[in-house]
């Protein structure tokens, strides 16, 4: 999973060898020249050492102090070695080391060089000690160990102007926001970026409690290895050559045979725990840190990106959690075109076929990132960003917002038709599910609607999980995150795949906000899942081009509660709800509105038996095929809740 990919080692992607080399030897340089390195264990208020590695500009004193800058990581801190300096850096970009800070790497508890037990996603303490506590049975969680930290660097380290800063991207981005409950005095900025924060409803184990098979089969080999003592390199639990994704998992068979011999072996204690607990039970509900998010002091940056295949849900929601739980908090949210960590490329004005027309990446580091911290940590310039910087995929343009989503934004619905027809309407106003909202595409009503012949009250196909609809076109060996916005004809060939569209728009559509997913559905079987895609259809280019917009997948059998699952009763229409990630994109005139709706999406998402069974001990003969209907008739209107700018 990308997620674990520390952004030092992205620096020269998109230049050429040659610019790499010149490049990473003036940073080395600059690095040696600036700052000095030392390596310290700092005990935490139970006694557990976490290793830790601190970079000081050499200038530093009292008379030139410099602000910390922190980044707490499950994936090394390092590089090791008094006389082992990074590449590039010190800081996580070019702008932050030039600017000069006290950098500060740590590992965790209980990863690499630190003492201590890992916890997957540490649960938040409800009742934290007070900080003057100490002792081997105080009580401990990220946010103490992070407390405990910036109180040695005050008193220990010399040359400090008395404020700190956290960041991270993905998993330290989890570390970064779980600084925020009862934080030290000192912490005055915090920039959580795409942090992993609620692994069962949309981050990287679950979406909607549907289990992304192909990335953590791929991570937990590697981060999953067991470790009796601290450790400076993980190996991985087996090896693992794969040419073909789709087909290794498809061989693989049921998800329980993961732990055969050749594979975990029951030696991943996560991945077992994440199959075994397959509700959102207490082991998932702890490590929710949203709850927790309450008595925000610092100032904080929110940064995602659109095309995040991780941590999407988690730049979204870790905002909204902040900013429902603390009125008046300093809080605000960047979301760019970007792919997991993009942002701290050199370059980021392309991905895969689209061309943004400038350099995302550096605009965001130049005009947010540095001047975020330069103001919160040196009290140098200022810091006047909206409420929401927030990039329109459909036109590539930065937007402002003083809220997200705008509150300008009203919905529209996008209505399932017979025949693959999407209906638009013109304004919030028809009868849907029984719920009077008016009539489409007029101002008034008419006296009398004409009664058209009665349309076919659904559409169906079979659902057959020996041959799962693939997430992406062509042989991958591994998970590959233009996904995020591939041209979906492939799947549309497909006779599992329905499809609706809409006439061309004859004025573009700017959509802002979450995509309400409301269908009614019925199956042969007894489970279902649902996956529900937004799709731009390109008139000119590559001529018809479905242009993904946004997808995800819902776990039938959660649709009441995803603590308590329950099956359908065959052949019986049930509704199913659930939202869709937030979009910023204008379908321009002309252009077309898309929706597909499948049941399988693999392997990316591991197989549902389509029977009411427990999916991580299911046999191959539990898994059947299904007939699968969607509704689009009075009472049983299906469609998507869209927010749009007028």
Do not use: C
Not at 28 to 38: C, G, N
Not at 368 to 389: D, I, Q, R, V, W
Not at 527 to 547: C, E, H, N, S
């Amino acid at each position: 999973m990308l997620r674990f990919i520390v952004l030092l080692g992205l620096a020269g992607l998109a230049r050429p060898a040659a610019a790499q080399t010149t490049t990473r030897a003036q940073d080395s340089a600059f690095v040696r020249q600036t700052y000095r390195k030392v390596e310290q264990l700092i005990p935490m208020r139970d006694g557990t050492r976490l290793a830790t590695i601190l970079y000081v500009p050499l200038d530093a004193s009292a008379a030139r102090p410099y602000p910390f800058l922190l980044e707490r990581t499950p994936y090394s801190a390092g590089p090791r070695g008094a006389n082992n300096y990074p590449t590039r850096g010190p800081g996580p970009s070019r702008e932050l080391s030039q600017e000069k800070y006290i950098f500060v790497y740590q590992d965790v508890r209980g990863r690499y060089l630190s003492e201590g037990q890992f916890e997957e996603m540490t649960p938040a303490l409800n009742n934290p000690p007070k900080p003057g506590l100490k002792g081997k049975s105080t009580p401990h969680d990220e946010s103490t160990d992070t407390y405990d930290t910036i109180e040695w660097l005050l008193k220990n380290v010399a040359g400090h102007n008395g404020r700190v800063g956290i960041m991270g991207i993905s998993y330290p981005g989890f570390y970064a926001t779980a600084s925020l409950p009862g934080a030290h005095p000192a912490l005055k900025a915090v920039s959580p970026q795409a942090p992993v924060t609620d692994e069962f409803m949309g981050d990287d184990a679950r979406h909607n409690g549907a289990f992304f098979l192909l990335d953590n089969f791929d991570f937990t080999n590697y981060f999953d290895v067991p470790r009796p003592q601290p450790v400076a390199t993980y190996p991985e639990l087996f090896p693992l050559k794969i040419s073909d994704a789709y087909q290794f998992f498809l061989e693989l068979g049921p998800i329980k045979n993961a732990n055969q011999a050749q594979y975990f072996n029951g030696r991943a204690r996560i991945w077992n725990e994440y199959l075994a607990h397959d509700t959102y039970d207490a082991y998932w509900q702890a490590r929710n840190i949203r709850p927790h998010l309450t008595g925000v002091r610092p100032a904080v940056l929110v940064v995602g990106g659109w095309y995040d295949a991780e941590d999407l849900f988690g730049a979204l929601h870790t905002y909204q959690a902040i900013e429902k739980q603390n009125p008046g908090a300093t809080n605000r949210l960047v979301m760019g075109p970007w792919t997991h960590g993009a942002w701290g490329r050199p370059d980021w004005s392309t991905y895969g076929p689209l061309s943004f027309g400038q350099n995302t990446a550096s605009y965001y580091r130049q005009q947010l990132e540095t001047p975020f911290f330069n103001y919160y940590l040196k009290g140098k310039g200022s810091f006047n960003a909206a409420e929401a910087t927030v990039f329109d995929t459909g036109t590539n343009e930065w937007k402002t917002y003083p809220a997200w989503p705008p509150k300008a934004s009203q919905p529209r619905m996008l209505l399932l038709q017979a025949k693959g027809n999407l209906l638009l309407e013109t304004r919030l106003a028809h009868m849907i599910n029984n719920k009077v909202l008016g009539y489409p595409n007029v101002d008034t009503p008419p006296a009398k609607l004409p009664e058209p012949p009665a349309p076919p009250a659904f559409t169906e196909y079979v659902s057959d999980p020996a041959s799962p609809v693939p997430y992406t076109d062509g042989v991958k060996a591994s998970r590959d995150s233009e996904y995020m916005i591939e041209d979906q004809r492939f799947a549309a060939k497909r006779p599992d795949v329905l499809t609706f569209q809409t006439q061309p728009l004859a004025q573009d559509l700017t959509v802002a906000g979450p995509l309400g997913v409301d269908l009614w559905v019925s199956t042969s079987g007894t489970d279902a899942d649902f996956v529900v895609k937004l799709i731009d259809v390109l008139p000119d280019g590559p001529a018809g081009t479905q242009r993904l917009v946004r997808a995800d997948v819902f776990r039938g059998r959660y649709r009441h509660s995803f603590a308590k699952p329950e099956a359908f009763q065959p052949n019986v229409p049930t509704e199913v709800k659930y939202d869709l990630n937030d979009v910023l994109h204008t379908f321009k005139k002309g252009h077309r509105l898309l929706v597909q709706v499948q049941s399988t999406w693999f392997p990316l998402v591991d197989r549902n038996p389509q029977q009411f069974v427990n999916i991580s001990t299911a046999e191959a003969k539990d898994f059947q095929k299904a007939t699968i209907r969607v509704y689009h008739e009075a009472g049983h209107a299906s469609g998507l809740t869209l927010r749009v700018l007028q």
